[in-house]
């Protein structure tokens, strides 16, 4: 079992920045596969940046591109998200989610959700 809680969302000026954090325990943090995904109202649940399985990369919804980068922290057990110039098509409820790394399989923790609002 992991658990994963999501701090640093709000109320944010078009344009503006956020970072979001996600501390995670229950597991060895380096084992985990981190990522974010949010869901805005009356929409599905999209993922908004996920890490790629080798070379390092990250791979971010294209809404996103340029403007989020997922990030994290081994030593603090806690992953980020860093977003820039948000837009109001950016208010959503943002989750962070993990997976066991070494396996196959898709995301099976999930954080408790935190929302983001852009106002214009």
């Known amino acids: 079992q992991v658990e994963l809680v999501e701090s640093g969302g709000g109320l944010v000026l078009a344009g503006g920045s956020l970072r979001l954090s996600c501390a995670a325990s229950g597991r060895t943090f380096s084992n985990l596969d981190m990522g974010w995904f949010r869901q805005a109202p009356g929409k599905e649940r999209e993922f908004v940046a996920v890490p790629s399985r080798t070379g390092g990369r990250t791979i971010y919804v294209d809404s996103v591109k340029g403007r989020f980068t997922m990030s994290r922290d081994n030593a603090k057990n806690t992953a980020y998200l860093q977003m820039n110039s948000l837009k109001p098509e950016d208010t959503a409820v943002y989750y962070c989610?993990?997976?066991?790394?070494?396996?196959?399989?898709?995301?099976?923790?999930w954080g408790q959700g935190t929302q983001v609002t852009v106002s214009s």
């Open positions: 989610a993990a997976k066991d790394g070494r396996r196959f399989g898709g995301y099976e923790w």
